[in-house]
């Protein structure tokens, strides 16, 4: 009698999810297909049938936020106006952010991701920026949106503050996201 396989869609949410427990352990360079095999007692060919490098293991890992990115910008875009279409995107932003919260804690600073990162993700990180800077970004919107993503990344990536809950994070994130990329007008 033939042993029952496993549906292919099966093994890898089981590759996916182990590659995840082991970059939040070792980081994304210092995790090896042999290390995600091993972990799941397979063989190293066994992991290559599911995907082909641990760039697209991290990419299948990123894909959520990358959808999630996507619909936000998406519905900021069919805004009439730029500071509609802005606060649209820090919000979803804010809301994408906590969602994917534990994904984060394992990303967000890991020296291997600019390396990694698929070139969708980069794209639609691009687009964003454009909402949040505005149509004629000068210095202070430029500098104000890589403030806000930096600091949103960490503060959700951030294990000090992981007591926080969900709700409490998302609203003094929402908060400071509205003070922090935000249009200057004279004066301000």
Aim: charged share 25%; aromatic share 4%.
């Amino acid at each position: 009698m033939a042993k029952p396989v496993s549906p292919r869609g099966l093994a890898r949410g089981r590759v996916l999810d182990c590659a995840v427990a082991l970059f939040a352990e070792c980081g994304v360079h210092g995790t090896s297909l042999k290390m995600i095999a091993q972990r799941l007692g397979v063989s190293k060919a066994a992991v290559y049938y599911q995907f082909s490098s641990k760039e697209e293991i991290a990419t299948e890992v990123l894909r959520p936020i990358l959808e999630d990115v996507t619909r936000v910008i998406k519905i900021a875009e069919a805004l009439p106006d730029w500071e509609a279409r802005r606060a649209v995107a820090c919000s979803g932003l804010v809301e994408m952010a906590i969602r994917h919260r534990q994904l984060a804690a394992v990303f967000v600073g890991d020296p291997a991701m600019p390396l990694i990162a698929p070139m969708e993700l980069r794209a639609v990180t691009g687009e964003l920026r454009k909402l949040l800077e505005g149509p004629e970004p000068d210095a202070q919107s430029r500098i104000a949106v890589a403030v806000f993503f930096a600091g949103m990344g960490n503060a959700v990536a951030d294990p000090l503050l992981a007591d926080i809950d969900d709700d409490e994070l998302h609203g003094v994130l929402l908060d400071l996201s509205n003070r922090i990329v935000r249009p200057t007008t004279d004066g301000d």
